[in-house]
């Protein structure tokens, strides 16, 4: 399975993005979807995440009422929502698959499938 993630900028503070992640395949019936963020010279960490019926979601405290994850299971596709961005939200962006996870995980060693980051940046 290979993950393309895509949406990632340029913003002001304040403004919106919207980024994606496709799934080449639907290689199982049963998976989660995460976001994950590295800003220079910090470690990764988690964003959001959804399960595929959508039924479990989690957020970072630090992004809760800003961003909004969904998905499209007919498309694998998997969204992330980013409104009211702020300068430290600037980092790069991954998104994650756990196969076989029926709900949402938070942490980065529960997930199988990378992909390979999209850049966002958001000017003060």
């Known amino acids: 399975v290979q993950l393309q993630a895509s949406g990632g900028g340029l913003v002001q503070a304040g403004g919106s993005l919207t980024l994606a992640c496709a799934a080449s395949r639907r290689a199982f019936s049963t998976y989660s979807m995460g976001w994950f963020r590295q800003a220079p010279g910090k470690e990764r960490e988690f964003v959001a995440a959804?399960?595929?019926?959508?039924?479990?979601?989690r957020y970072a405290d630090s992004v809760k009422g800003r961003f909004t994850i969904s998905n499209d299971d007919a498309k694998n596709t998997v969204y992330l929502q980013m409104n009211s961005l702020k300068p430290e939200d600037t980092a790069v962006y991954y998104c994650a698959l756990d196969r076989f996870a029926p709900a949402a995980a938070t942490q980065e060693r529960a997930y199988d499938y990378w992909g390979q980051g999209t850049l966002v940046t958001v000017s003060s």
């Open positions: 959804i399960s595929r019926s959508g039924s479990s979601i």
